[in-house]
């Protein structure tokens, strides 16, 4: 069974997709380039996302259990202007990042924290909040990429992990499915499977055995089935690509239920 990366292998993969980022806007031809997975996006709008992002969840992570983001981080974020000078935008972005992986550090693996996501399978931790954050920083180097016109896949180590944690994260919720109780398999091309279940309990995910287990047993049968590479599942979970470049066996039109579904907060 596939084990969930450890809190070292996170901030290493936080690190390493970050350097990618900077790479691509190091060179971008222009930082005005639109970014066509985030509309109305140029790649500087992008760094100043992924850059504030960073540093909001640092001081998330460094101020502990709390109700909420401290209010002094959501201003600044709000009121952040930066230097459109590539040099002195690429230092801010990498300290962005070491600001982020510092308080990881401190905060450790098991440091309570406020996240947006009190209801769902993920934590409230720092661990938490880096698995979570290696999936934005993945994601969004995709985008750079994309703007830059050379997107490559995510990473296997990082998409492997990431279906998972989307799952969890953004899916997760006690607040009940308003349609028929259905299941969503997702299925890798390297062998992993998930299955996420939606009723009147709300939503749910957990591992499966895969299609191809040497048991030669399969679970009872979903209500639609998503399959891909990990890369592409996760690129579909963030709305990257749509279902239309995956194959999708029984009901399709349940994975636009699933899109368009916006839970109640409990």
């Not at 209010?71 to 990498?94: D, H, I, K, M, T």
């Not at 279906?163 to 009940?176: I, K």
Request: with cysteine; net charge negative; aromatic share 8%.
């Amino acid at each position: 069974m596939q084990k969930n990366l450890e809190f070292s292998d996170l901030l290493r993969l936080i690190d390493e997709r970050s350097t990618a980022f900077r790479a691509v806007v190091a060179a971008a031809p222009s930082l005005d380039a639109e970014v066509p997975t985030c509309p109305g996006w140029t790649l500087f709008d992008l760094v100043k996302h992924l850059g504030g992002g960073d540093r909001f969840w640092a001081a998330i992570v460094g101020a502990g259990p709390a109700d909420g983001p401290p209010a002094e981080a959501a201003a600044a974020r709000a009121a952040l202007e930066l230097p459109r000078e590539r040099e002195v935008l690429l230092a801010w972005l990498a300290e962005s990042t070491e600001l982020l992986l510092g308080a990881l550090r401190e905060a450790g693996p098991d440091g309570g924290c406020w996240t947006w996501w009190p209801a769902s399978q993920s934590p409230q931790t720092s661990g938490g909040v880096a698995r979570h954050r290696v999936q934005e920083t993945a994601v969004h180097t995709y985008d750079a990429q994309l703007a830059g016109g050379a997107a490559q896949p995510l990473p296997v180590e990082v998409t492997l992990d990431g279906v998972e944690e989307f799952l969890f994260t953004v899916c997760g919720t006690p607040s009940a499915w308003p349609h028929k109780p259905t299941a969503f398999d997702f299925h890798s091309a390297e062998g992993l499977s998930w299955r996420l279940t939606v009723d009147g309990d709300g939503a749910r995910s957990a591992r499966i055995p895969a299609p191809t287990a040497a048991t030669g047993e399969e679970p009872e049968a979903a209500g639609a089935s998503v399959h891909g590479t990990a890369s592409e599942l996760v690129l579909y979970l963030y709305d990257r690509i749509k279902a239309e470049s995956l194959r999708v066996d029984g009901d399709a039109g349940l994975l636009d239920l699933l899109r368009a579904w916006e839970p109640e907060e409990k």
